[in-house]
C-alpha cells in the first residue's frame, strides 16, 4: 500500500473561548453567539477545512442554559451534516468535563471527538484523524483543561513553592508524554501527517487585557508553564483561555485563537480572529481570519457637551451599538444620565454601563477613587484589600497565589458532576 499522502491540503480551523451564555452588564448576548456560529459554520464551508479545533470553554458557566445547549449541539449538527469537517473539543476551565463528556459518545458517531477530562489512560487524548477513504490525516493530542487534582495529590507539609513547581512540571510532563505517545503513533502508522496539540492553560509570555492595554500576564499560582516547554512535538499547538489572539513563545504555530466576540468594554478595540492553517505534508500555511463585529462596543467618554455631540451622531447613523459611557466633564453632571436614557430610548443603541469621573460626584456614589464595584474584577478587589490592610510588600505575592488558586478551584467547580455525587451519597444513606 502506498503510504505517502497524495490527496492535496488538509486544512484546520482553531477558535476558543466562546463562552455561550455569556452577558455584558445583565444583557443577554444570545443574537451575537448565533450570528457567529453562523458565520462559523459558513467558514468551514467555504474554506473547505477539515478540522476544526475548539480548545476549551465552549459555555460561560458548568451550568449552561438549555438555550445555550441547543446552539452548541445545532451547530455540531450543522457541521455533521454540511461535510467532511470533523472536530476536536477540550474542556476549559468555565467547562464542566461531566456535560461535555455525556454527549461524548454520540457526538463521535457525528466524527466529533470530546475530551472533557483526563483519564487514566492517556491513549483517551490521542485521536487519528482519518479521511472519508480511512486515511490517517493528522493526529490530535487533546489535553482538557488540567485541574490540581489532575496532577497533583495534595500532601500536607508541601511547601507553597514546592506545589507550584510540582504543579508545573506535572502539566509539562503531561504534555510531554502525550505528545511522545502521538509520535509513536506516526511511526506505527509509517507516514509523515502533522500532530496537533490541544490546551486549555496559561502560558508564560501571553498577554491580557489589562486596564486598556495589553500587558504580560500575572499568572499567581496557575502554573507557570513556558509556550515552548508544552509546544516540543506538535506541528500546531491549539490554545484557548487567554481571550486576546496571539502567537506564544516566539513561534507562530502555538497560538491562542481568542475569543470570537469582545467579552467586555475593554476587549471592544481588539481584532477577533480565526485561526486557519493549511498543512501541505507538514507544511502549514498561517491564515488569521478576521471576525467581523457582530454587534459594536462602543466606548465614549467627555464632558456633557462632547457626549450629547456624540449621541447625537450615533442616533442620525443608526447604530446598535451597544455603549459605555463615561462623564469627564468638569461641571457637575446634572442630569445627564437621564437625558442620555431619554435619547435612546427609541433607538436600537442601549447604555450599559454609565461612568462618572468627577471626583466630587464620584465620591457621592460611594465610589473608590472614581471605581466602582461592578467594573472591578475579583483580582482587583484583592488588591485593594491588602492595600487597605497594609500588607507588606514581601508577602503579596504568596498571597495573590493562595487568591488564584482559590479563584481558579471556585471558577472550574463541575457543579453538575457534584450534583449527581450528592444524590449518589443520598442514596446510600437512605440504603
Ligand atoms: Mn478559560
Given at each position: 500500500m502506498d503510504k505517502t499522502i497524495t490527496k492535496d491540503k488538509f486544512r484546520i480551523l482553531h477558535t476558543s473561548d466562546w463562552h455561550l451564555g455569556r452577558s455584558l452588564y445583565s444583557r443577554r448576548r444570545h443574537d451575537e453567539f448565533r450570528s457567529f456560529l453562523e458565520y462559523l459554520a459558513d467558514v468551514i464551508l467555504k474554506k473547505d477545512i477539515d478540522l476544526l479545533l475548539i480548545s476549551g470553554d465552549i459555555f460561560d458557566s458548568s451550568t449552561p442554559s438549555n438555550l445555550s445547549q441547543e446552539m452548541y449541539y445545532s451547530f455540531l449538527t450543522r457541521i455533521a451534516g454540511q461535510g467532511n469537517c470533523q472536530v476536536v473539543i477540550i474542556a476549559g476551565n468555565h467547562d464542566s468535563p461531566s456535560l461535555l463528556e455525556a454527549t461524548k459518545g454520540i457526538l463521535?458517531?457525528?466524527?466529533?471527538?470530546?475530551?472533557?477530562?483526563?483519564s487514566d489512560n492517556l491513549e483517551d487524548e490521542i485521536i487519528t484523524i482519518k479521511?472519508?477513504?480511512?486515511?490517517p490525516r493528522a493526529?490530535?493530542?487533546?489535553?482538557?483543561?488540567?485541574?490540581?487534582r489532575d496532577i497533583r495529590r495534595g500532601r500536607a507539609g508541601v511547601s507553597f513553592q514546592d506545589a507550584e513547581r510540582e504543579l508545573t512540571e506535572g502539566i509539562i510532563s503531561h504534555y510531554r508524554d502525550v505528545a511522545d505517545l502521538a509520535e509513536k503513533r506516526r511511526e506505527e502508522l509509517g507516514m509523515d501527517i502533522p500532530i496537533?496539540?490541544?490546551?486549555?492553560?496559561?502560558?508564560?509570555?501571553?498577554?491580557?487585557i489589562d486596564g486598556d492595554e495589553l500587558r504580560p500576564l500575572y499568572v499567581g499560582s496557575l502554573a507557570h508553564v513556558e509556550p515552548g516547554e508544552i509546544s516540543a512535538g506538535f506541528d500546531y499547538l491549539a490554545l484557548g483561555h487567554i481571550h486576546s489572539a496571539q502567537a506564544v513563545g516566539g513561534n507562530e504555530f502555538a497560538r491562542y485563537s481568542g475569543s470570537p466576540i469582545?467579552?467586555?468594554?475593554?476587549?471592544?478595540?481588539?481584532?477577533k480572529s480565526l485561526c486557519i492553517v493549511e498543512?501541505?505534508?507538514?507544511?502549514?500555511l498561517l491564515e488569521l481570519l478576521e471576525l467581523p463585529v457582530f454587534r459594536e462596543l462602543l466606548r465614549?467618554?467627555?464632558?456633557?457637551e462632547q457626549i450629547l455631540e456624540r449621541i447625537d451622531s450615533l442616533i442620525i447613523e443608526g447604530t446598535d451599538a451597544w455603549l459605555e459611557v463615561e462623564f469627564t466633564g468638569e461641571s457637575h453632571i446634572g442630569d445627564l444620565m437621564q437625558s442620555l436614557e431619554t435619547m435612546v430610548e427609541d433607538t436600537d443603541m442601549r447604555i450599559l454601563c454609565f461612568k462618572n469621573s468627577r471626583l466630587p460626584d464620584a465620591a457621592m456614589d460611594a465610589e473608590y477613587d472614581g471605581e466602582k464595584l461592578s467594573e472591578l474584577n475579583p483580582l482587583d478587589i484583592f488588591e485593594?484589600?491588602?492595600?487597605?490592610?497594609?500588607?507588606?510588600?514581601?508577602?503579596?505575592?504568596?498571597?495573590?497565589?493562595?487568591?488564584h488558586e482559590i479563584l481558579d478551584m471556585i471558577q472550574s467547580e463541575d457543579k453538575r458532576a457534584e450534583k449527581e455525587g450528592m444524590e449518589d451519597e443520598n442514596l446510600e444513606i437512605k440504603i
Open positions: 463521535k458517531s457525528l466524527n466529533i471527538h470530546v475530551v472533557g477530562a483526563i479521511d472519508e477513504g480511512g486515511m493526529i490530535v493530542c487533546a489535553v482538557p483543561y488540567l485541574r490540581e496537533f496539540g490541544m490546551g486549555h492553560l496559561y502560558t508564560r509570555g501571553g498577554k491580557v469582545a467579552m467586555t468594554f475593554k476587549e471592544s478595540d481588539q481584532k498543512f501541505e505534508g507538514r507544511k502549514p465614549i467618554s467627555g464632558d456633557r485593594r484589600l491588602m492595600d487597605n490592610k497594609n500588607t507588606p510588600e514581601d508577602e503579596k505575592d504568596e498571597l495573590r497565589s493562595a487568591y
